[in-house]
């Protein structure tokens, strides 16, 4: 009775093995529903037909320009946001009367859906990577802002006062005490904006017309082409899961020596 | 007194001299496209009246409130169920963070192929785009659940839909908060889009129209309002949130004094 047997991976439920059953099943469902007749075929493709015309996508050059337009506006936006938000973060959140009088203010201006300044983009940028990165700026900008404010607050007073008794200097306060305690939260802050950038990213070249998979969904839609329309939208998850997973793995490695990543048992 | 006075005071500063700023600093201004603040004011009051806010206001909000609720109530429910349901939950896990990867306003070109461009398509694009947040929310809110407070309450006898109201879902609550949160910036983003895209009436809707026919103050005035709207919802959203989990705030009051 007490000889183990080789556990049945899916009577026990591996996790794994699960979902690729899931996807799997999803999958079928989206083959088989438009075979069958429950959706209309020409709404609602079977995912063989998808998948043929994802790959009638990759071989065109099109979608690659596509792709990196998108890619490039969202690295570009990105960036330009943590970096402000990080810097305004660590200076608004390092003093009190700043931290303060900015308050109501982010907390204004941070519920302002992104998208009401569509058409301040098209007036000011027209259809360039401008009006993506204004939008793409304006939303991430308001993670990393907010993150870096609750690292900053976080800060141990005791090790701060310390700090200052000890003469560090202001630079010395901010690189020793401030910045390691803050950094998680940064993390998390530049995480979050990675993927808001990217729907942001989309959004305005789906509805602006600046050039990238966004605009290329809104070609295939009023084309008529809905596989192609169908590959699309695949791919925008697909990027979406990768920037996840590629945030989440930068922020392991690089907060290794971090408590909250050092208390998580690798699983 | 003076406490309250101060902060008030704090608060209303900066918002205050920016005001002033853009007021003072747009007075002269001849740019086209960045008309003086005080134009922008009167096209404000002129442009939203009630026949307005009849016509394109109240549909937004109502789209708005149907699509948030339906995504609430379906997200909790699934989330609940898949969250319970350790199996399920894996094999689901994979599917639904494929589907909250996509981004949102890229469906609305999707259901409007199933939906038309009537308000059906509008709510359903809500609902499928603000579903996401709550849901896997609620999944980890459910299974974080303490399993010590599920062994009482099963020893006690504490079963079925009792157990569900009195142990899970005050357990989960927080979490759930949090996901609804992140999808009422997520529902409104979507109003606005569904009406970018096909309608004829709506706050989207009118914005974009304003912008087509170079009617620059009022375009601000709309862009204005949505910030104001979008502001309110999350101060309403505050509020409701800090009512219901109140007991969670003192609770970690609590633990951070103690």
């Known amino acids: 009775m007490t000889t183990a047997r080789p556990a049945n991976p899916v009577r026990s439920g591996n996790p794994a093995l699960l979902g690729v059953a ?63 938000g990080v810097l305004a973060g660590l200076v608004i959140g390092s003093v009190p009367v700043l931290r303060a009088l900015t308050a109501s203010t982010v907390e204004f201006l941070r519920p302002i859906p992104s998208v009401a300044l569509i058409p301040l983009a098209v007036l000011m940028y027209g259809t360039d990577l401008g009006s993506t990165l204004l939008l793409v700026c304006y939303a991430s900008f308001w993670q990393v802002l907010v993150q870096v404010l609750y690292g900053v607050a ?39 904006a ?65 408590q909250s990543v050092r208390g998580e048992v690798p699983v | ?70 995504a609430a109530l379906i997200g909790i429910g ?20 494929f589907f909250r990867a996509i981004p949102p306003p890229v469906l609305v070109p999707v259901i409007m192929l199933f939906a038309g461009i009537g308000n059906g398509m509008k709510v359903t694009v809500i609902v499928f785009g603000c579903i996401w947040p709550i ?27 009792a157990r569900l109201t009195h142990v899970v879902l005050p ?14 910036s997520i529902a409104i983003i979507l ?10 009436n709506g706050l989207g809707f009118t914005i974009v129209q304003f912008q087509r026919s170079f009617a620059i103050p009022e375009m601000w005035s709309g862009i204005i309002l949505l910030g104001l709207l979008g502001f309110m919802l999350s101060l309403l959203f505050r509020l409701a949130e800090r009512r219901v989990l109140r007991w969670y705030e003192g609770l970690r009051a609590a633990q951070r004094a103690g």
């Open chain 2, 191 to 200: 109003m606005v889009i569904s009406e970018m895209f096909a309608a004829s």
């Open chain 1, 22 to 84: 899931g996807l799997a099943g999803l999958l079928l469902v989206i083959e088989l529903a438009p075979r069958i007749g429950l959706v209309d075929e020409r709404f609602l493709p079977p995912a063989s037909t998808i998948l043929g015309a994802l790959v009638d996508e990759a071989s065109d050059a099109a979608f690659w320009t596509a792709l990196s337009d998108t890619m490039v506006a969202w690295a570009i936006g990105l960036a330009i946001a943590v970096v402000a």
């Open chain 2, 135 to 161: 849901l896997l929310n609620t999944v980890e809110g459910v299974r974080a659940v303490d399993s010590v407070v599920l062994d009482t309450a099963r020893s006690y006898g504490v079963n079925g839909p």
């Open chain 2, 78 to 97: 699934l989330g609940v169920a898949i969250g319970l349901n350790r199996r399920l939950r894996a094999t689901m896990e994979p599917v639904l963070e």
């Open chain 1, 194 to 258: 990675a993927s808001v950038a990217l729907v942001l990213a989309i959004t305005a070249e789906l509805v602006i017309g600046s050039p990238g998979l966004g605009k290329e969904i809104a070609v295939a839609q009023s084309s008529d082409a809905v596989p192609t329309m169908y590959a699309l939208v695949v791919v925008t998850g697909i990027l979406g899961v990768l920037i996840n997973l590629l945030a989440r793995t930068g922020e392991r490695r690089l907060l290794a020596w971090h």
């Open chain 2, 171 to 184: 357990s989960a609550s927080p979490q759930i908060a949090a996901g609804l949160r992140q999808a009422l």
């Open chain 1, 154 to 192: 976080d800060v141990d007073p005791v090790a701060f006062e310390t700090a200052k008794s000890f003469r560090f200097s202001a630079w010395a306060r901010i690189r020793y005490v401030l910045w390691p305690t803050a950094l998680p939260y940064v993390f998390t802050g530049i995480r979050l």
């Open chain 2, 1 to 70: 007194m003076v406490t309250i006075a101060k902060r008030v005071g704090l608060a209303v500063a900066l918002p205050l001299v920016l005001f002033v700023g853009w007021y003072v600093f747009s007075a002269g201004s001849t740019n086209f496209y960045a008309p003086p603040l005080s134009k922008i004011l009167t096209a404000f009051g002129d442009t939203w009246q009630t026949e307005r806010l009849k016509a394109d206001v109240l549909p937004s909000l109502l789209r708005l409130f149907a699509g948030y609720l339906l």
